[in-house]
């Protein structure tokens, strides 16, 4: 079992920067690819992010590939997501999760979620 809990969103302005992290429960934290989810109103939720347990090998979304960076802490049990040049498209609820399978890129390859954590963009 691994729980998550998110913190670091808030409210930026366009072209801001915000870091989310995430903290991990569990001993076996690092065999897990992390990734980072996000939905906004009204529409599904897709991936934004993803680090494999090693740290060495990401892989990013194409509307925020240059912009955002994902990185772990397997010390600290931590995954974190570095987001700047924020754009008002990115408002959303930010999701954390554990990857247990399949595609990295797929929401269902994601057996533990957190409970979000809310990213205001302003323009």
């Known amino acids: 079992q691994v729980q998550l809990v998110e913190s670091g969103g808030g409210l930026v302005q366009a072209g801001g920067s915000l870091r989310l992290s995430c903290a991990a429960s569990?001993?076996?934290?690092?065999?897990?690819?992390m990734g980072w989810f996000r939905q906004a109103p009204g529409k599904e939720r897709e991936f934004v992010a993803a680090?494999?347990?090693?740290?060495?090998?990401?892989y990013y979304a194409d509307s925020v590939k240059g912009r955002f960076t994902i990185s772990r802490d397997n010390a600290k049990n931590t995954v974190y997501l570095q987001m700047n040049s924020l754009k008002p498209e990115d408002t959303a609820v930010y999701y954390c999760?554990?990857?247990?399978?399949?595609?990295?890129?797929?929401?269902?390859?994601?057996?533990?979620w957190g409970q979000g954590t809310q990213v205001t963009v302003s323009s």
């Open positions: 680090v494999r347990w090693s740290g060495s090998t990401t």
């Open positions: 999760a554990a990857r247990t399978g399949g595609s990295v890129y797929d929401t269902s390859s994601y057996a533990y």
């Open positions: 569990g001993r076996t934290f690092s065999f897990y690819i």
